[in-house]
């Protein structure tokens, strides 16, 4: 089955740049969706389709997606960004979702 | 605005059968879109368990769709969950969610904490 890979923590001062990484085969080929959940919430959508924003969600949130890599950027930093962050595709080889194994970042 | 909200037993017995609804408000069922289901075991990541058209069609996560149902009733704009012969590891989060085409959950459920205990 389809294996998205993500670093378990990010570390990133405020005021600066974390980027949250998903690996996987050939990604670059679907179309990936990143979520944040913060403690004792359901998950919020913060990109869909690689590099798209819902309404609502801050210019600061930015996706990327290319070869076997996709990346979620969040510029700027503030303490409200300290969240678990997900990635997720639609396995077509399979017809099911994959999530990723999730990002915890910690703003400093 | 579209709102969903879980519902169902908090507590199942080992073996029996986990149920949850999900009604949705703000949005018609039959008007589009897919509608899934997505736990969380207690300090781990998200899982998808399966999602269905408002038409019927439903695609499982390979890995559950054995014990999995899901169901939609647009009459009373709700859809269903049933995963059947549960064990303490399906004791989790479960969520309710809306999908796009391309299957992303734009509007989620609070979430309801299903334990699975004697």
């Known amino acids: 089955s389809y294996v998205l890979t993500q670093p378990p923590s990010v570390s990133v001062a405020p005021g600066q740049t974390a980027r949250i990484t998903c690996g996987g085969n050939?990604?670059?080929?679907?179309?990936v969706h990143w979520y944040q959940q913060k403690p004792g919430q359901a998950p919020v959508l913060v990109v869909y389709?690689?590099?798209d924003r819902p309404s609502g969600i801050p210019e600061r949130f930015s996706g990327s997606n290319s070869g076997n890599t996709a990346t979620l950027t969040i510029s700027r930093v503030e303490a409200g960004d300290e969240a678990d962050y997900y990635c997720?595709?639609?396995?077509?080889?399979?017809?099911?979702?994959?999530f990723g194994t999730g990002t915890k970042v910690t703003v400093l | 605005q579209v709102q969903l909200q879980e519902s169902g037993p908090g507590l199942v017995k080992p073996s029996e059968t986990l149920s949850l609804t999900c009604a949705v408000s703000?949005?018609?069922?039959?008007?589009?879109?897919?509608w899934g289901w997505i736990r969380q075991p207690p300090g781990k990541g998200l899982e998808w368990i399966g999602s269905?058209?408002?038409?019927?069609?439903?695609y499982y996560n390979p890995s559950l769709k054995s014990r999995v149902t899901i169901s939609v009733d647009t009459s009373k704009n709700q859809f269903s969950l049933k995963l059947s012969s549960v064990t303490a590891a399906d004791t989790a989060v479960y969520y309710c969610?809306?999908?796009?085409?391309?299957?992303?959950?734009?509007?989620w459920g609070q979430g309801t904490l299903v334990t699975v205990s004697s």
């Open positions: 269905i058209y408002h038409s019927g069609s439903t």
């Open positions: 389709d690689d590099s």
């Open positions: 050939n990604i670059g080929s679907k179309s």
């Open positions: 969610a809306r999908q796009s085409g391309s299957y992303y959950s734009d509007y």
């Open positions: 703000g949005y018609s069922i039959s008007s589009g879109y897919y």
């Open positions: 997720q595709v639609w396995d077509s080889s399979s017809d099911h979702q994959v």
